[in-house]
């Protein structure tokens, strides 16, 4: 059975920073591609980063570029998204998201919900001002 953990999560001010990861088990995790969500109150979620299974690419949402970092460890089965700068709009709890189909994406695809297959239970990440 698939399982996606999150850690890292936590409370920091604003200006601070957080990494966090995503291990995996179950199944090797080398050819899946993973993106992070997160989630804030009374808000649907939304994209924040992915990385294709690859490792060589990255994408990152508009609100996100220039301050947050994902990255893979594919020999830890583990996924990280390090994230400096952080603005109390950041507030939510942080979901990865696997996509174990091996596909190529296209850029265009990784924001879509429907595109992974696995899931974790989230971590709280809450930026004070």
């Known amino acids: 059975q698939v399982q996606l953990v999150e850690s890292g999560g936590g409370l920091v001010q604003a200006g601070g920073s957080l990494r966090l990861s995503c291990a995996a088990s179950?199944?090797?995790?080398?050819?899946?591609?993973v993106g992070w969500f997160r989630q804030a109150p009374g808000k649907e979620r939304e994209y924040v980063a992915a990385i294709d299974w690859r490792g060589g690419a990255t994408y990152y949402s508009d609100s996100v570029k220039g301050r947050f970092t994902i990255s893979r460890d594919n020999a830890k089965n583990t996924a990280y998204l390090q994230m400096n700068s952080l603005k109390p709009e950041d507030t939510g709890v942080y979901y990865c998201?696997?996509?174990?189909?091996?596909?190529?994406?296209?850029?265009?695809?990784?924001?879509?919900?429907?595109?992974?297959?696995?899931w974790g239970q989230g971590t709280q990440v809450t930026v004070s001002s």
């Open positions: 179950g199944r090797t995790f080398s050819n899946w591609a």
């Open positions: 998201a696997a996509d174990s189909s091996a596909y190529v994406r296209a850029q265009g695809d990784f924001p879509a919900l429907n595109v992974y297959d696995y």
